[in-house]
């Protein structure tokens, strides 16, 4: 009976020596990755990180784009407003990046203009955009006459701001407007989801099989793979419209208009890009989380809807 107790007690010594080992091995493994820990490079924590920035930037870029396409379809002066509020937005963070610089643009005036470009745009003639620009000219040429501390870079800077924050994203604008044939706005609507699908392209696959930087010096997160993937998507739409007859031209046509609004997109994404490192900004602003500022969501649009204007303009489309 005695040895059988004993054997009973041994038995459980070694089980309760077993588990002391086992959790002392647990505390050693846990203690040497408390370093990865703290700096969030464990791969449980890369993740989970990757994934929340995903479901962030998906559903915030949703959201915009809904209320984007909501306009669009109900009427130009829905649209008109909408961008609006966008080029003011826009411009208001382009301001505050000079004021960073050591710049004083003109804000009161400049986004004034702002609001003005994409109403003005409703009209459906460029002739009137092209009015207010010039009178826009004068107005900032008498300000600077009556300022004597207003600076030339000053003025540039408040010629400028307007000009590319608004008047290029009011080509949605005219797009939508010259739309005779389409009512429910269905080529503003491609154009704009090429450069949308573009950006979320060149988003993925950048971040899966990037590897070669774009443009390490202006922006180090964007990839060869990443460009070339955006360009893909952007070239589908656009053929998957002209297909579908959305957009009334030829397969070829839509396949260059695809690339020229991609390479173009990607030329606007930059040059945003090159502004705020010259300011030491990773965003222009934090209005939409998961894509920074108003700016940082539409530098791919400002160039990429002008662009397209162009083409379709040219292509006798609108």
Known sequence: MIKAKRTVYSKRTRVGQGLERGINRLEKRRNKKEP???????????????????????????????????????????????IAGMAWLCCSEFFRMAHKAGYAPNEFIGLFVALVFPVVAQLG???????????????????????????????????????????????????????????????????????????????FVGCNFGRHRLAPTISPNKSVEGFFGGLVGCIAIWLIAAYLNFIPVGLPFAAFCGLCVGVISVVGDLFESRIKRSVNLKDSGNIIPGHGGLLDRNDSMLFGCTMAYLLLHIGGIL
């Open 36 to 82: 990865a820990r703290k700096r969030g490079e464990l791969k449980g924590q890369i993740a989970r990180a990757w994934t929340e920035k995903v479901l962030i930037r998906t559903l915030s870029g949703a959201v915009y784009a809904i209320a984007i396409v909501a306009c669009i379809f109900l009427d130009t002066s829905a649209l008109a407003l909408a």
């Open 125 to 203: 003639s460029v002739v009137y955009l092209t009015c207010v620009v010039v009178i826009y000219a004068m107005v900032l040429a008498a300000y600077y006459i009556i300022t004597p501390k207003a600076t030339i870079a000053d003025i540039a800077l408040s010629f400028i701001g307007p000009l590319y924050c608004s008047l290029m994203l009011s080509h949605i604008v005219l797009i939508r407007t010259a739309e005779a044939t389409q009512p429910l706005g269905i080529v503003t609507l491609a154009v704009m989801g090429s450069v949308w699908v573009e950006d979320a392209a060149a988003y």
